[in-house]
Structures are given as C-alpha cells and as structure tokens.
C-alpha cells in the first residue's frame, strides 16, 4: 500500500467510517494528523512492581500467575465482578474485574500475565483492579512503554495505538518530509523527523521519548521563531525616520538630570540613540525590575526625537500614571525648551481642542497621555516617536494604533514588570531587547515582613510611628467594598498573574472603603486618611493621588490601582492586606512602590491563610527581591498564560497556549533561545524563504501564519 501523510485515515486497515467521524472529533482526518496526535502520557510497564505493602496505592506494572479459578458472580445494578487469586512469587493479591466477565475465558490458572492497575489493601488482603492484562508468552517480549493518548467517544486506547502502529509501518521511508532543513537540524540537534515519529510513539525507554519530544518542540519552535524573525527582518526592510548623528547627542539632556546615569541606564540609551540614529524604524522594549529607572531611558529618546524636529507621543495606561509622568518630564523638559503637552479623556472639550491644535501645528513637541491620544481627532505635525508605558496593559493592537498617527516612526516600549527573557521573546520577539539590569546607588532593599492578624496591635503601632516620623503609608486591599467576594478588577487589561484561590480556604477579604473608615474614625482620627479605588472617576483619582504625592494625606488605602509605576519617594511603608490573593509579581510591582528615596523602607504582607502553597509563595518574597526571579518564579508556578493579555478575546485564545502541543515556556528555555538565533541566521540568509531547502518550512509558516507575533502586530 502506498500511502502518505495526506492519505486519509480511512486506507488504514481497522479503521472505517464511522471510526473516522470520531476521530475528526479529535482533528484527525489524514495520516498526518494522526501521528501529530502525541500520546499525553507513558505507562511504565516494564517497571515491575512487588505485591507488598510499599506498592500499595501506585498504579504500576505487576506479573503475576493466576492461582485460583476466575469466579464472576453478579451485584447490583445488573453488573458483574470477576475475581480470582494472582501470584507474583512472594504474596498473592486478588484480581478485581468490574463487568468484564470474558477474562474468565483468559485467566487459565498457571498462566502469568502482566497487569497494569493500582494496588490496594482490602479487608482480606491485597487486591489489585487491573485496566490492562498483557500475557506473558516464550519468544514475545512485552513493551515497556505503553502510550496513552488523549481520547473521544469511540475511539479507545488499544484502537489508536493500533492504528498509529499501522500507519508507522505502512509509510515508506520516503513518505516522511523533513521541514526542518538539514542544516537547522543540525544545528538544534534533534533527530530525524522519521525516528521522532518511531520515538514518541513507540519508545523502549525514557531517553527515546525525549529524544522524539525534542525533535517536535524544535520544530514547533523554531516555526514561531522563524515568524518572529521574519516580522522583525521586514521591518529591518523599511527605511525610517533617521536621525542626526550631531542632533542627537544628548550632553544637555545628561547635564540637566539631578542624578548620574547608572551604567546601565547609560548602555539602553546609547543602544537607543543607536537606533534612532540608523536606517531604519526602532521597535525596542526596555526591560527593568522595578525602580531600575526606565523612565529616563525613554526621555532621553523623546529628547533625541524632539532634537531632530519630530513630534514624541508618550502613551501610559492610566490617567494617574500618565499625570505623574507629565508633571515630572515636562518640569525637566520646559527647562531644555521643549514644549509639552497632556492630553487624556477627562480635559475638557475645549482642553482637547487646544492641545490636537498645538501637536497638529507642532507646537507641542512632546505630548504625554492616556488612550485618548488614540482618538481620531489627534493629528501630529510629524511624529517622529512612539513610547508606550507598560505596554502589557494595552494589548498590542493599541501599540500599533499610535505609531499609525505618523510615518513609521521609531517605538519604544517599557515593560511594566520585569519578564523573564523567554517570556520576552516570545511575547515580544519582534522587539530588540535592551534590559536595564542595576538599580541605582544608594537603594535599600525593602524589608519584606510576613504577618498574621494577631500582629494587628503591633502593626499599627508601626504606621503610628512612621507617619509621626513624616513619612507616608500605603496600604492595599483586594477589594473595594466590603461583602464583595470579588477582587477589584483592572481598570485595563493586564499581565494578571493569578494565584489559585480555590484550592485552598482562604480568609474573608477586606475592603479599601470600610478599611480607611475604621481607619479615620478608630484607629487613626488624628492622621490625615483617605482612599483610592478603580471605581473612582480619573479626576478623582488624579486629585487623590496629586494630595499624597504633595504630602496632604498620610495613609492612602488603595486597591492596586496604584501598582504599577506609581512613585512617592516619602512613602515608606506598604501594607498589603489578603497578602494571599496576589500574584507574586504583583506583590513585587505593589513592594517596588516603597524604597524609592533615600529612607529605610519596609513591606509588610499581612495573611491569615493557612494553606502551605500560599505560605511558600509568601516566603519567596521575603527573600527574594530580584524582580526577574520572582517573575520566573511566577512562570513556573502559573504558567505563562497569567502574563498575558493581548488585548481581545480571540487573539488571547489563539495565544493562550501559542499553538504548543509540546513545547513548555518554562521547560524548553534552551531550546527556544538556539531557535530564535538560528531562526534569525535563516531568515537573514533567505528572507522570503524561497530557497529549495526551506520550501517545506516556508509551507508549514504559512500554515501556522495566525497563531504568531507578526501577525497581531
Ligand atoms: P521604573 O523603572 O520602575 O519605571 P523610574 O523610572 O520611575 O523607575 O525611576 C525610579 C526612581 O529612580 C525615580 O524617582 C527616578 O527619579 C530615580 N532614578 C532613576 N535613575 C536614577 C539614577 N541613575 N540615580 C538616581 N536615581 C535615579
Ligand atoms: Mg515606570
């Protein structure tokens, strides 16, 4: 029989129409698809197990001879129960069979089989309640390694292995297409794509499954890579705003900052200026724990772009983050002759009207603002460059939504937290990458303090002594009102790492609004008190967040809407109530707030749950103060699906997973940074991908075209 991986499944023998409609269930129509249908799993039978106390409870392979005659007798429900004695040499245990009364006709007394089930102790002995009986026969060895696949209705176990076996031995050698060309296989070091199929399917051992796993997730990989880099080479293809060399020097800018770069703030800029400076359009993200000092890597841009006669768009995602970096760039900026502007949704009408005249006639040079800068009526002279502010929380469609209001021009992107590289590749892979990897001098680390409500007398005792000492509080809640079960939901989307709430009992939530009443009324009558929540109107919140930063309030209750970027210098201490329910990246973003001047600051978590992975987590952040550690340790725990949200609901399913079967963010790091760089290679040597060996990966690209970066950019 000649077939190939295009052949419909229905040429295999034992495999007939009506099993083929269930099959489709699973997405399996071709032979192709057949063998992409990885088992989700191995039983390892050649691991013979022992019928004694420490094999009780496992699932595992036994080989025992029957020593008593199978008996079937009937139980309710009009079913049967099938049992006799097994012997492994040593002890007995009893085989339980529900409703299948035909192993009598198997069971011979003498005879050994191998059985796979799990081992319990009843009240007369071991029994064991096996789901598969293998017998064991002179000249036929048993495999070691049984698949298990995933499964529909009409399609068991023993039929998809069979039919997969089938299909194995049927195609000839020339049936199996390589797309990855000879030379990226290489240089990955994977298999053949034939003995991939032979590994994963059929394995002896261990070392076989992870040798036709490895093949699969390079492939998988290197695909996306290929697409990413293809994104990222087309614009290396287009020609964009260049800057001058003299214009962009930037000893004015450096001269006027109230601080020294550090060296790694000064190696993003110069990597920056490098960019603008070059033939073609920046796409750069800058990456840094928090407090590391990025907002200065993106003025030092805006200054080069203003410097060249263009117009700088900054966009942040919330009016309170959009307002502080106005007030703080634009006092800077006055000084050097820049003349900038804010635009967001609550300026009045007339407000808006002046500010879209001015950046339509250029006389405003930098303009600062929230999504409203997307609206239509906002027209630039010309913009020369896009900066966007903890770009997770837009989504990137918005991304490109801005730099459409002018000619290609350069981007720049801050990164609200700190990502781990791989998450960075991939969710940003079309981006270069400059990392601010230092903080500046002088910086405390934040004391991290884990307490219970029995701490409560003490804890307040605390605040009542920083506030006295000048300094101001921060205390956060997941929740806005009390009775709600509901942690307070983003004011815009954002990188969410979840924390599991329903495997464990967790305590009752408190409330941002009955929190700071107690506060004013009880605790505290003579500080000044108040509140912030989502809920809130932007001018409210501006005019919440404006009183703090000017010191009129002592303790602000919050919920985290003031997690990212917010920055007091006076604040000293946070507090974070129901310190169980937040991500640990959150944690880190909410801890990032305080510790940013000069004085001892200090974070306290403040939990009642009793549940161990809750007290673990909260352990890591006590010790930990790495951003980037504390964000991969929030990979591992979550999964990569709780740091992304790009924006709508269809582009988030076609990422939830990226279209791995196989490959894991977390566990294949190795292997996707060899593919980005080969991928890169590649696509350099042959961008259109037209050359003979990369016709079959140019093929499968286009097929998988929808569940990459470059095409939601
Ligand atoms: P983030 O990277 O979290 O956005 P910011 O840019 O808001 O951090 O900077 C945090 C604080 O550090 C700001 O108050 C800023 O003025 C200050 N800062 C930034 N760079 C330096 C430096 N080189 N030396 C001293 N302070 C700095
Ligand atoms: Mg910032």
Redesign the pocket.
């Known amino acids: 029989m000649n077939i190939d991986f295009e052949s419909p499944v229905t040429v295999l023998s034992g495999c007939g129409k009506k099993r083929a409609e269930h099959l489709k269930v699973l997405g399996i129509e071709n032979i192709g698809q057949l063998l992409r249908h990885f088992p989700r799993g191995y039983q390892n039978r050649g691991d013979v197990k022992p019928i004694d106390k420490s094999s009780v409870g496992i699932q595992g392979a036994y080989v025992l001879t029957v020593s008593s005659v199978p008996v079937s007798v009937r139980i309710p429900g009009g079913r049967t129960l099938t049992k006799c004695k097994g012997f492994d040499g040593d002890r007995s245990a009893t085989l339980v069979f529900f409703n299948r009364p035909y192993v009598k006709d198997i069971l011979n007394v003498g005879c050994t089989f191998r059985f796979w089930g799990k081992l319990s102790e009843g009240k007369t002995g071991f029994e064991l309640f096996p789901s598969a009986i293998e017998p064991i026969t002179d000249g036929r060895e048993l495999k070691k390694l049984i698949p298990i696949y995933p499964l529909t209705e009409g399609i068991t176990q023993s039929f998809i292995s069979g039919i997969i076996l089938n299909a194995l031995t049927s195609l000839s050698p020339g049936a199996y297409k390589e797309v990855l060309p000879e030379r990226i296989r290489k240089a990955l070091g994977v298999c053949e794509i034939s003995e991939a199929y032979k590994n994963i399917h059929t394995p002896e051992n261990a070392e076989m499954v992870e040798i036709g796993r490895n093949r699969f997730i390079a492939e998988e990989l290197f695909i996306f890579a290929c697409s990413v880099a293809g994104a990222k080479s087309g614009r290396k293809g287009i020609s964009g705003k260049k800057m001058d060399a003299a214009k962009s020097r930037l000893y004015d800018f450096v001269d006027s ?6 060296r790694a ?1 000064s190696k993003v800029i110069s990597e920056i200026r490098k960019d603008m400076t070059g033939d073609h359009p920046m796409a750069r993200l800058v990456s ?9 890597c993106a003025a030092a841009a805006a200054y080069i772009a203003v410097k060249n006669g263009t117009q700088c768009a900054l966009m942040a995602p919330t009016e309170i983050l959009a307002s502080q970096h106005f007030r ?1 760039l634009s006092g800077f900026f006055e000084k050097l002759n820049i003349k900038c502007g804010y635009l967001s949704g609550s300026l009045t009408a007339a407000q808006k009207r002046n500010v879209c005249k001015k950046l339509e006639s250029g006389d405003i040079d930098f303009v600062i603002g929230t999504h409203a800068l997307l609206s239509e009526g906002v027209v630039f002279k010309d913009l020369g460059l896009v900066i966007t ?1 903890e770009q997770h929380r837009f989504g990137v469609f918005q991304r490109a939504g801005l730099t459409e209001k002018g000619e290609r021009p350069h981007v720049l992107v ?1 990164s609200a937290t700190p990502i781990p590289r791989t998450l960075a590749l991939i969710l940003c892979g079309d981006l270069d990458i400059s990392v ?1 990897d230092e903080l ?3 910086r405390q680390p934040v004391d991290t303090i884990v307490i219970g409500e029995r701490h409560r007398e003490r804890l307040n005792g605390f605040i009542k002594a920083q506030v006295e000492s000048g300094k101001q509080v921060y205390i956060v809640c997941p929740a806005v009102e009390n009775s709600e079960e509901d942690v307070e939901k983003d004011e815009s989307d954002f990188i969410r790492f979840y924390v599991e709430v329903n495997t464990e009992k967790l305590p009752k939530l408190k409330s941002a609004v009955e929190y700071e009443e107690n506060l004013r009324t009880k605790v505290f009558p003579q500080f000044k008190t108040a509140f912030i929540h989502g809920r809130m109107s932007g001018a409210e919140k501006y005019d919440i967040m404006n009183r703090f930063k000017n010191g009129d309030i002592d303790i602000l209750v919050s919920t985290t809407v003031i997690e990212v ?1 917010v ?1 007091v ?1 006076n604040a000293t201490l946070m507090i974070v109530e129901n310190a169980e329910r937040f991500g640990l990246s959150q944690l880190h973003q909410l801890r ?1 707030r305080v510790g ?1 001047g000069k004085d001892k600051a200090y974070c306290i978590l403040v939990s009642d749950a009793s549940g161990e992975k809750a007290k673990e987590r909260l352990e890591i952040m006590k010790k930990v103060s790495d951003g980037y550690k504390i964000a991969k340790y929030d990979l591992e725990m979550r999964g990569p699906g709780n740091f992304i949200n790009f924006g709508s609901e269809k582009s988030f399913r076609q990422h939830g997973a990226f279209g791995f079967k196989l490959a894991g963010l977390c566990t294949d790091t190795v292997m996707l940074e060899k593919c980005f760089a080969e991928a890169e290679k590649l696509i350099a040597d042959d961008p259109g991908l037209v050359s003979e060996e990369n016709a079959l990966l140019a093929k499968a690209l286009k097929k998988t075209q929808g569940l990459t970066v470059s095409t939601i950019n």
């Open positions: 900052l109230p601080y020294t770069l550090t703030q840094g724990d928090v407090g590391s000092g990025k907002t200065v703080e502010d801050m601010v500046p001098p002088g970027g920055n210098p990032g940013r």
